[in-house]
């Protein structure tokens, strides 16, 4: 079975420029998150969704958004970028407690 | 505020050493408790812990939970230069967000 999946794996924007990041769930997950893991860090929740409703916001500016899909697949947007954006950014999918994490998608903002 | 908090920061060892690294917790509703070890990339699941004094153990990693003590623990024995990562501990609040609170993390640095 395919785990998690993300795309891109790796983008460079500029400030002021918009990102959108994608997420695929392992089959049959329902529930996706996002984190944001800056170095040396361990992941900081940004979102969750489960059936499509947003279930949980972490502290991110609303220059942060997410949605989910009918498949359960999940976009994170961000808008007006900065520096201290740049991030390894995770989504991950979760049944019953578990949470399994996809391979991420490294943004840099210059 | 929930919180988790790992210890130590960090950790270098020789192959062969076992190494203890400890997890404390203080979360609402507490459920679960969930270690990852992150090398490159994003976090791999290593174990989940929902009941106190119960060991879960895969290969040379074990864990155990104390619910009490608000603590869980991730035992390595016979280290190897692979197990080198940082090792993530988690626990989910479950009230109303659902949101996953991660510690900062242990490095571990095993040398040959």
């Known amino acids: 079975d395919a785990g998690v999946t993300q795309s891109p794996t790796h983008l460079i924007k500029t400030r002021g420029q918009q990102v959108t990041l994608r997420c695929s769930p392992i089959s049959g997950h329902k529930s996706v998150s996002w984190y944001q893991q800056v170095l040396g860090q361990g992941p900081q929740f940004i979102f969750q969704y489960y059936e499509k409703e947003e279930r949980g916001r972490g502290n991110f500016p609303d220059r942060f958004s997410a949605r989910q899909f009918p498949n359960y697949s999940s976009e994170l947007n961000v808008n007006a970028l900065l520096l201290g954006d740049s991030a390894l950014y995770l989504c991950?999918?979760?049944?019953?407690?578990?949470?399994?994490f996809g391979p991420g998608t490294r943004l840099t903002v210059t | 505020e929930d919180k988790v908090v790992q210890s130590p920061l960090s950790l270098v060892v020789h192959e062969g050493d076992t190494v203890t690294l400890n997890c404390s917790y203080e979360v609402t509703n507490f459920r679960s408790l969930l270690w990852y070890k992150q090398e490159k990339k994003a976090p791999t699941f290593l174990f989940m812990l929902t009941s106190s004094g119960i060991e879960k153990k895969s290969g040379r990693l074990s864990s155990i939970l104390d619910k009490k003590e608000l603590f869980s623990i991730l035992n390595i024995t016979a280290t190897q230069t692979g197990d080198s990562a940082v090792y993530l501990c988690a626990v989910p609040n479950t009230s109303g967000t659902y949101k996953y609170i991660f510690g900062t993390g242990t490095r571990l640095k095993v040398l040959a």
């Open positions: 991950a999918s979760s049944s019953a407690y578990e949470q399994y």
